[in-house]
């Protein structure tokens, strides 16, 4: 299983910014799926998850701002990220938890990172 992220930029602070995450490979059900974010000097914390019935859970800081989405194979999902705050900046991981076959248990993924910069 891979998972690729896309969309990382420089914005700036009140603009918009959309992360996309595609999975593929051995995917037998998304159990669920979200996004990580880790700023320089700080531990990697939760910023969104949506679950494979589609209930979303938000870190505090992005409620009201940030905006979760799968598409209709729920192999593809994706951060929609408005009005931007210099805090904001960090890398931004996708993450799944993924079974990979009806016998298995469901393991976690993680994508490569992709840079979000916002300026003042």
């Known amino acids: 299983v891979q998972l690729v992220e896309s969309g990382g930029d420089l914005a700036q602070a009140g603009g918009s910014l959309r992360l996309s995450c595609a999975a593929s490979g051995d995917i037998f059900i998304l159990v669920s799926a979200g996004w990580y974010r880790q700023a320089p000097g700080k531990r990697r914390e939760l910023v969104t998850t949506?679950?494979?019935?589609?209930?979303?859970t938000y870190a505090d800081s992005v409620k009201g701002r940030f905006v979760v989405s799968r598409d209709n194979s729920k192999k593809n999902w994706y951060l929609q990220m408005d009005s931007l705050k210099p805090e904001d900046t960090a890398v931004y991981y996708c993450?799944?938890?993924?079974?990979?076959?009806?016998?298995?248990?469901?393991?976690?993924?993680w994508g490569q990172g992709t840079q979000v910069t916002v300026s003042s």
């Open positions: 993450y799944a938890k993924i079974q990979s076959g009806p016998l298995r248990s469901a393991r976690e993924y």
């Open positions: 949506i679950s494979n019935a589609g209930s979303e």
